[in-house]
């Protein structure tokens, strides 16, 4: 059965603290791993796309790597502003999939 | 440029009574979906098309209906509400499911 599955559920961090989240998946024929964050009552913003293992991608403090059965999400030096769920979803040519994602506090 | 725009924003209805949640984007997407977010669940899509005059189920779409008359529009219908509706709503489109999605900000529903 195709399936994401993230980690930690919940994590907390203090400013500057780096870390990162994980996004394993087992989704058959996977074309895409796709990375949200999610303010509270908001809709998820769309952060990056991965698409062969190996690739990485880069937006200020985060950094999202994809190997062929997890996705991870590093956060550098993160500052609050930073706080939010984050949401990984793989995608095949006939499903998306979304993971119950990681909600991460940064502490000033 | 609007994105992706949803209403009602919140809405309470009774059990057995329909509605429909409206969802409009202005970015020439052939692809758009609805998603349903529960705690501890991820997003479950419910209904998506493909274009206009194409629509397909999704993983959990009993008791929803969709129609997409033109690209810009894809109006979700429940039809007679029931309490496990109870969500929230959103509204996602994209070039294709290969690419990330814009969501709209969400309509909260409560079927009381």
């Known amino acids: 059965e195709d399936q994401v599955t993230q980690s930690p559920e919940a994590l907390r961090l203090q400013e500057g603290e780096s870390s990162s989240l994980n996004c394993s998946y087992t989704?058959?024929?996977?074309?895409?791993l796709f990375w949200y964050r999610q303010d509270p009552g908001k809709g998820p913003e769309f952060l990056f796309t991965l698409y062969s293992a190996g690739e990485e991608k880069e937006k200020e403090r985060l950094k999202a790597t994809l190997t062929k059965k997890e996705s991870f999400l590093h956060i550098t030096a993160p500052k609050p502003e930073d706080s939010a769920t984050y949401l990984c979803a793989g995608t095949s040519y006939d499903k998306v999939i979304f993971g119950p994602g990681t909600s991460l506090s940064v502490i000033p | 440029n609007a994105g992706v725009t949803q209403t009602p924003k919140f809405q309470v209805l009774k059990t057995g009574q329909s509605m429909t949640l409206q969802c409009a984007q202005d970015m020439n997407h052939e692809y758009m979906s609805w998603y349903r977010q529960d705690p501890g669940m991820g997003l479950r899509l419910i209904h998506y098309?493909?274009?206009?005059?194409?629509?397909d189920q999704g993983e959990v779409p009993n008791g929803y209906n969709v129609s997409r008359s033109t690209t810009e529009d894809f109006p979700l219908r429940l039809l007679s509400a029931a309490p496990s509706q109870t969500s929230v709503y959103f509204c996602?489109?994209?070039?294709?499911?290969?690419?990330?999605?814009?969501f709209g900000s969400g309509t909260r529903l409560t079927v009381v």
């Open positions: 989704v058959s024929g996977l074309r895409g």
């Open positions: 098309s493909v274009g206009a005059g194409i629509t």
């Open positions: 996602a489109s994209s070039y294709s499911r290969l690419y990330g999605y814009t």
